[in-house]
């Protein structure tokens, strides 16, 4: 999975009044995959000759500079203008994104361009190098206030047998040590619960 956030554009009903009585119609609904920015992994040395996991600012690596422009860009989107869902990965870069496109999000004075924001662990990237280990959840509270991360486990990202599940710098020591990968069947498996969580959405439930 590459999408940091998807805008989830609702359901609209169509009222065909030139057609006299008949019932209104809706269109299917819309669904924009917005791949995140460019981030530090994307331009780090270990991208091109293999991530060992000994650097610690590319865990969880944030937007470069020129991915902080990208997603700049975004602001005022005449398509993302229109959603009304927001669903993103706790991916730092992801969440930067999305930042990029609504700066006000999860805000009390949000514009009304811009729709509730859910996250969802479901969209993180495949776990197969440190950048794809995220931060904590406690943590992320601290540089996203704006969002509700209650509901987040504190590990909410793909763990092995020897990792722990509550303390989130485990899994940084542990992929330095030793290395860990998300096997694939795994990652089927969360692409088929994001693909289900997004069907049993209201903006679905008539289409």
């Known amino acids: 999975m590459s999408a940091s956030f998807l805008a989830a554009a609702a359901l609209r009903v169509a009222d065909h009044k030139a057609f006299g009585d008949a019932k209104p119609t809706r269109t299917p609904p819309i669904v924009l995959f917005v791949r995140h920015g460019q981030s530090m992994h994307n331009i780090s040395s270990v991208a091109a000759h293999g991530d060992q996991g000994e650097l610690a600012e590319l865990y969880d690596a944030p937007l470069s500079p020129l991915g902080e422009q990208q997603v700049a ?86 763990t092995d047998d020897e990792t722990s599940t509550i303390d989130a710098n485990d899994s940084r020591v542990r992929y330095r040590e030793a290395g860990f990968m998300e096997p694939e069947l795994r990652l089927r498996g969360r692409v088929d619960a994001f693909v289900d969580a997004l069907y049993a959405r209201p903006e679905y439930a008539h289409s």
């Open 73 to 158: 860009a975004l602001a005022g989107h005449p398509e993302l203008a229109t959603a009304e869902l927001a669903v993103v990965s706790p991916l730092s870069r992801a969440v930067q994104t999305l930042l990029g496109a609504y700066p006000d999000a999860g805000s009390r004075r949000a514009s009304p361009s811009c729709p509730p924001v859910e996250v969802w662990p479901t969209m993180a990237e495949h776990l197969t190098d440190s950048c794809d280990i995220g931060t904590g959840s406690n943590e992320l509270a601290t540089h996203f206030p704006s969002f509700d991360w209650s509901v987040l486990p504190e590990v909410w990202w793909y």
